[in-house]
């Protein structure tokens, strides 16, 4: 393995975050059977399912907080007026309900 390369099982881990956080249609289960052959524990994978869960639902609420106040202004704006989307002022993740960071 190259420098440069990452272990099988962190790309795995990563793979399954993503497809987690990004909501796609496979969820990432096809990483489970690498990651117990790999011998990836349990606990580790459920630390990773839930930092990425968190993600996905954090984002979520903050798309749907600037949705609602565009949302607002577009019917509080003067015709005509372009409607600026107002961006949360938090840039940062908020820790998991059992206080894992996700930053």
């Keep these: 393995m190259s420098e440069a390369s990452l272990h099988p099982s962190t790309v795995a881990l990563v793979a399954l975050a993503a497809n987690i956080a990004a909501n796609h249609p496979g969820q990432g289960l096809c990483q489970i059977d690498r ?34 106040e565009a949302y607002a202004s577009a019917f509080s704006a003067p015709a005509g007026k372009d409607v600026e989307i107002p961006v949360p002022s938090s840039a940062c993740c908020t820790p998991t309900p059992t206080g894992k960071s996700c930053c």
Excluded: N, Y
Excluded at 39 to 48: P, R
């Design 35 to 68: 990651l117990k052959s790999l011998g990836v524990s349990k606990a580790q994978v459920d630390s990773v399912i839930e930092i990425a869960r968190h993600i996905r639902d954090e984002a979520a609420m903050k798309l749907d907080v600037r949705f609602a």
